[in-house]
Each structure stands twice: as structure tokens, then as C-alpha cells.
């Protein structure tokens, strides 16, 4: 796809409420990357053709109310003037009841608009033609009806998603329980003192908006994703790094050290390079990425550590990162698959100025794994061996 489109595309994302955004993430997830280009290209397109159009509506002259030339008798023009306002309940009854009419009118209108809404959700009948039935743009804003104008077959579902994400029925999505605190080991390490960035990876929704990959290259990767998924039990991996970061950041307190969490919700959208800006912002001893990996062989398992391929502690890193690897590996009873120099992640390239590391606990593309990492005893343990590396640096 023409980069100009995507360009455009992330203009036009940016001008969004955030509701919009989300329901047109959730439409492109579920179409393969063919599609998906093809997708924001007809957006793009159908989106800059309707803004285009709006100023010629806004600039249609409104009717001039009629009024009586000058060149009229002045005894006809005035006399509506001239005749008194008769008192509301002096009224005659046909004048009386034109109010009421209009208060039963505007609720009819709203009734009517209500079912024309439900039923074109319900039937997933095109959203264009429900604007059209009850007053297009007061219904339906211009970046909906953008999209609509597009290909129906696609787009038109798009719409539906953002209608609904702004509809009422739309629910706040039930907060994250905070664990109890967690008891510490009878050994567990002396940390007061060090200050601990913990980043969950992922998030519940992929973000499908573009962020530099590296500050030194113009190439771009998505924002950040909603991860891997397990193959027994489906669990997500946003939810078992949350899981395991907010269990890690109550040992690490309950061990003295000053914790910060990028996150405590699934439901965010935080891109990576600003998840590196938080941690550096909060200048840590240590930024620790948590992630439970999916790999394309079933068969792999175990833990492994990346690191920024270059930055201030390219000379430390790799034998830090084996430091952590392995007693997290030993902690799990499962096996340590070594440490990589990478740059293909951009919170790591973005945080190289600090100790960062990226902890794949295990994978979830293993059963095996999925299922050790779902139970709370290895949770702990990986947040037990979590506070004795930094015990290490600090």
C-alpha cells in the first residue's frame, strides 16, 4: 500500500475520539493484511471525498425569510405587529393545541429515529441509508459517513462498530483486581532503595497506528499488540504478563524497592515508545519488559531474555540478562534459552539509555508452558527470582 495512505490514514486517527479509534482497530483486526490495505485505502479516499464536500453544505444560503417589501403598505406590515400578544390561556384551542403538537411531534421524531437505529443495527443494513432517512449528518458524523461511502461491504461494518463502541450500551470494562499482598520468601532480598520499572506487554486491543521502530531508522511498526494467545487453554498473553507484573511488583515493594507499573489495566492503549518514555522518565535501576511468547514450533519452551543491541550497557547487558534468565528458568523448573542483542523492539531501542531487559517468562504456543504460567505458584516464583536479580545490581 502507498505510504501515503497510511500517512494519511494515522492523520486521520489522530483527529478521533478515542471510542472511533477503537472500534475502527477492532474492524481491521479481524481482516488479513491484503484487505487491511485495501481497507484504509478506501477510508482514506472515501474520507478526504466527504470532507471535501462539507463546505459546499455548509455554504448552501439558508432561505430569507419572507419578508413584505418596502414598497408595501406600511398598514398591512404592520398590523401582525400591532395586534396584541394574547395571553397563553386566552388562546384559542386550535393555537393551544399547535404546541402540544409540536412537544408530540419532536417525540415521535426521536422514537422514530430510535427504531430506525435499532433495526439497521439489527439487519446490518447499510448506515447511509439510515442517515439519509433520518437527517444524515445530524445523526451520523462526517468521519462515519466517510466510511460509509466507501465499499459498502466492508466499510459499512466498520460504521456499525464505531455507532455501537458510541452507542449506551457500551459498559466500562470491569477493573483488574489488585492481588493481595504478596508473602515474601523467609531469604527474600534487603531492595530499599531501588527503583523497578515493570512493563506488561501487550494490551487487550491492538493498535493498529504506527510508531518509529528505532530513532535512528524510518521504519515503522504497529504501536502495539494484543500478543499471543495459548493453544490449550487460549489464554492471552496480555493478561498472564499483567497478572505476573502486578504479583512482581508487590514482592519487589514487600521487598523495599519503589515500583512503577506501566500498566494495571488490559484495557489501554499505550504505545512501546511510550512505555520506554515512562520508565526512563521514572530513572530506574532496572526496566523490566514481561512477556509469554508465542513461537511458530509448539515444541519450544522455556525462558529467554533480549536486550537493546546497542546503548549504554551494550558491554553488561547479555551477562545481566543471563543473570536473569537463568534464575527465573531455575525458578520455574524449565529451561534457560539464552539472551539475544535485538533491535526489533522498539521498547527495548527506545530505553536503551537505562538497564532495560525484555523477559520472555515461557510460550504459550506450548501447552506445556500455557499451562505453568497460568497457576500462581509459578507466578510467584518468577516474581521470587525477579526481586534476586535486582538484588544483584543493586
Avoid: W
Avoid at 75 to 103: F, R, S
Wanted: hydrophobic share 35%; proline share 6%; charged share 25%.
Amino acid at each position: 500500500m502507498p505510504g501515503d495512505y497510511l500517512t494519511r490514514f494515522k492523520q486521520i486517527l489522530s483527529t478521533l475520539p478515542d471510542d472511533k479509534k477503537k472500534a475502527l482497530y477492532a474492524k481491521l483486526k479481524g481482516l488479513s493484511a491484503d484487505s487491511r490495505n485495501d481497507f484504509i485505502k478506501e477510508f482514506v479516499i472515501s474520507y478526504d471525498n466527504r470532507h471535501k464536500k462539507q463546505p459546499e453544505v455548509k455554504a448552501e444560503p439558508k432561505a430569507k425569510p419572507e419578508q413584505t417589501p418596502q414598497k408595501s403598505e406600511p398598514k398591512v406590515k404592520a398590523k401582525p405587529k400591532t395586534k396584541p400578544e394574547p395571553k397563553k390561556a386566552d388562546l384559542p384551542k386550535n393555537e393551544m393545541g399547535q404546541q402540544g403538537t409540536y412537544v408530540i411531534l419532536a417525540a415521535v421524531s426521536i422514537i422514530c429515529v430510535a427504531i430506525l437505529i435499532a433495526v439497521a443495527i439489527k439487519n446490518r443494513q447499510g448506515i447511509a441509508d439510515l442517515a439519509r432517512a433520518v437527517g444524515g449528518e445530524s445523526q451520523i458524523s462526517s468521519e462515519e459517513s466517510a466510511v460509509i461511502s466507501g465499499d459498502e461491504s466492508r466499510a459499512a461494518q466498520a460504521a456499525l462498530a464505531i455507532q455501537a463502541s458510541a452507542s449506551s450500551e457500551e459498559t466500562t470494562p470491569p477493573a483488574t483486581p489488585t492481588p493481595t499482598p504478596v508473602p515474601l520468601a523467609e531469604d527474600a532480598p534487603d531492595l530499599t532503595g531501588l527503583v523497578v520499572v515493570l512493563d506488561p506487554g501487550h494490551q487487550a486491543e491492538t493498535d493498529y497506528g504506527m510508531e518509529l521502530l528505532d530513532p535512528d531508522t524510518t521504519i515503522t511498526k504497529l504501536r502495539c499488540t494484543s500478543g499471543a494467545t495459548g493453544v490449550a487453554a487460549n489464554v492471552k498473553e496480555y493478561e498472564l504478563t499483567l497478572q505476573i507484573a502486578l504479583i512482581t511488583k508487590s514482592y519487589l515493594e514487600g521487598c523495599g524497592a519503589s515500583v512503577v507499573i506501566t500498566r494495571d489495566t488490559n484495557d489501554v492503549y499505550l504505545s512501546n515508545q511510550e512505555r520506554a518514555n515512562l520508565a526512563i522518565a521514572s530513572s530506574p535501576d532496572v526496566f523490566i519488559r514481561i512477556h509469554c511468547d508465542g513461537a511458530p514450533d509448539s515444541s519450544i519452551s522455556g525462558v529467554r531474555v533480549y536486550v537493546p543491541e546497542s546503548g549504554s550497557y551494550t558491554n553488561s547487558s547479555i551477562r545481566m540478562a543471563d543473570t536473569l534468565g537463568q534464575l527465573v528458568a531455575d525458578s520455574r523448573g524449565t529451561e534457560y534459552l539464552g539472551s539475544v542483542a535485538t533491535g526489533l523492539y522498539t521498547g527495548l531501542n527506545y530505553a536503551d539509555s537505562i538497564r532495560s531487559f525484555q523477559l520472555v517468562c515461557g510460550y504459550i504456543s506450548n501447552s506445556e508452558d500455557e499451562k505453568a504460567l497460568t497457576e500462581e505458584d509459578t507466578q510467584y516464583a518468577i516474581a521470587d527470582a525477579i526481586a534476586r536479580f535486582c538484588d544483584t545490581i543493586k
